[in-house]
């Protein structure tokens, strides 16, 4: 097998759940390859570089090999090679997603039913 789908790929890596939500993704513009949007019917080969968007999580990765079964997470993982600046920009958003959800102020508790009223009355005036 020299080329294969990306959206069957992604799939097959893991990337995405369906392969249906692969394509939607990529039809989406949430994958690129080479920095160009791609469609979910492009053909794959090895080396490719890929742009990834799930979630929160951006992933540059290199196509090692290809593959149109979905397998096991560790055969899955072998499909591609992470880039080393992808992997220190995850840890890093995801340091900074934490560091934001500490400094949110929550409430000490939930509203009591007075509480409530108050709250409701206020919204009206606005």
């Known amino acids: 097998m020299d080329s294969v789908r990306v959206d069957k790929w992604l799939w097959a890596a893991r990337f995405f759940k369906t392969r249906s939500l692969a394509a939607k993704e990529v039809g989406a513009g949430h994958v690129t390859l080479a920095g160009m949007r791609i469609k979910p019917a492009r053909m794959l080969q090895v080396d ?30 072998q499909l591609y090679e992470e880039t080393a600046e992808s992997v220190a920009q995850r840890e890093q958003a995801a340091a900074e997603r934490l560091l934001a959800k500490s400094m ?6 939930r509203p ?10 206020f919204l009206k005036k606005e």
């Open 48 to 77: 490719d570089l890929l742009t990834i968007r799930a979630g929160y999580e951006t992933y540059t990765v290199r196509v090692c090999a290809l593959s149109e079964r979905r397998g096991p997470a560790p055969v899955a993982r």
């Open 104 to 109: 949110e102020i929550s409430p000490a508790k």
């Open 112 to 121: 009591d039913k007075r509480e409530r009223r108050k709250i409701r009355q």
